[in-house]
């Protein structure tokens, strides 16, 4: 279904005023709201096409009602998304899941509701149906040659796939790894691997990126192949100037210091950008900025500061990304409240004082630069986003919105109890 642009603009008149108040309020205490606002409406958060179902765990998937079956409709649901937010205009696709028949409609049904095609996302830590070899023992690190030819062999059609709709990077995650001790020779492990992405590199068109993703644990729960930032970075810099670090938020060890992490990979070059999530205890599956958001808050305070340091462009020189499938909520509500969370999370780091943080890391002032931080992230800065999205047409509450107008029952009665292909 589309959104009915009438239908937004009602909803914005019946909220004007109230929003009036609050953005008249924030934009007074704030130095150059307009540049603010700019930002905000140039940045754009890409969605996955998996999260767009109910996700499952091991024990159980309960899944929701009027889930995209198609290709068709998970690009259709991201466009609602971008109609309510206008921070959603891309979607990043997993292959095999997300073969389209038909590249050219597929393109087209994009192009109508503004949406770009983010990374292409390779998936060899399944066995898929006919597949000769399987992944069992792992992909590019396995023992046996013909396995690791596979695993690059369709590295190699995902990218084909992607260049065909107009994607600029692959996002490789390796479930590989180990689950006990001694199942492994890490070195070997490493080097096949490493021989693997080489082989995947090397095809990459001139344009392109190819992002390393790292996870420290699960499924293999001894070892991981890219088990870290290290990990990632030794296989980037080996790779190339087109190999570069993904960070997934929840893909850390407990307590991990990824703001550190980021700042660093920045300095290097070889930050790709974000997957989006939160957790509390091991794994990725939560809304963003539900757990931690002083946290989410931090990470943004580096990624400007790094991206200005480097007169980089915040909207499109590093790839940002939801990835994130969960359990008990609607998607699409879920996905809502994700960006909005990112959205916050951006303005804030976007309103520190640069200038007054260096003077008091200086002058070794804890007290004042911690200060400046908090500050900061206690403002409620949510009129603003909400102004940004009113300007670019979109809507002052997107969740309001979609509960209002019962976009989930509209999508029921279009596609009755479907669920959403994937995962
Ligand atoms: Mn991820």
């Known amino acids: 279904m589309r959104i009915n642009k009438t239908a937004i603009d009602q909803h914005n008149e019946a909220n004007y005023q109230e929003h009036r ?3 008249d309020f924030i934009h007074g205490q704030l130095n150059d709201a307009e540049a603010l606002i700019q930002k905000l409406i140039d940045f754009n958060v890409a969605i996955p096409s998996w999260a767009l179902g109910t996700g499952g765990t091991r024990f159980a998937r309960f899944s929701g009602a009027g889930e995209p079956a198609t290709l068709q409709d998970k690009i ?6 971008h109609a309510l937010n206008n921070s959603s205009g891309a979607i990043s696709l997993h292959i095999p899941w997300d073969i389209p028949s038909d590249y050219n409609a597929i393109k087209q049904l994009a192009a109508e509701l503004n949406l770009k095609f983010d990374a292409v996302n390779s998936n060899t830590f399944q066995d898929q149906k006919g597949q000769e070899h399987s992944y069992k ?3 590019l690190q396995h023992t046996n040659k013909a396995v690791i030819q ?6 190699i059609e995902v990218i084909q796939h992607g260049v065909a709709l107009g994607s600029k990077a692959l996002t490789v995650w390796l479930s590989d790894g180990s689950c006990f001790p001694g199942q492994l020779n890490f070195r070997k492990a490493f080097q096949n691997t490493l021989d693997g992405l080489q082989q995947i590199y090397a095809t990459l068109p001139s344009d392109w990126k190819v992002y390393i993703e790292y996870k ?3 499924p293999n729960f001894y070892s991981t192949t890219v088990g870290d930032w290290g990990q990632s970075l030794l296989y980037a810099n080996k790779l190339g100037p087109k190999a570069f670090t993904l960070v997934d938020l929840g893909h850390h060890l407990p307590n991990a210091n990824i703001e550190q992490i980021v700042a660093l990979l920045m300095m290097e070059e070889k930050l790709a950008g974000f997957h989006f999530n939160d957790s509390k205890y091991g794994d990725d599956d939560l809304t963003v900025g539900s757990i931690k958001p002083y946290q989410l808050f931090l990470i943004f305070n580096e990624l400007v500061e790094g991206m200005d340091a480097r007169g ?3 909207a499109t020189d590093l790839g940002w990304m939801i990835d994130a499938s969960h359990n008990v909520k609607d998607p699409l509500e879920d996905l809502l409240q994700s960006v909005e969370a990112i959205m916050i999370s951006y303005a804030q780091a976007l309103l520190v004082d640069r200038v007054a943080l260096n003077e008091a890391q ?3 002032d804890v007290v004042a630069a911690q200060e400046i931080l908090q500050n900061v992230f206690r403002t409620d800065v949510r009129a603003i986003v909400a102004e940004a999205r009113l300007r670019a047409g979109a809507a002052i509450n997107p969740l309001q919105f979609y509960r209002t107008e019962q976009v989930r029952n509209q999508l029921i009665n279009q596609r009755g ?3 959403a292909s994937g995962l």
């Open 21 to 23: 108040q609050k953005v």
């Open 76 to 81: 259709e649901d991201v466009g609602l998304i």
């Open 137 to 139: 023992f792992g992909s």
């Open 150 to 155: 596979q695993a690059i062999q369709h590295n």
């Open 216 to 218: 420290a644990f699960e």
């Open 312 to 314: 980089m462009n915040h």
């Open 362 to 364: 200086q002058n070794n």
């Open 417 to 419: 109890n479907s669920i």
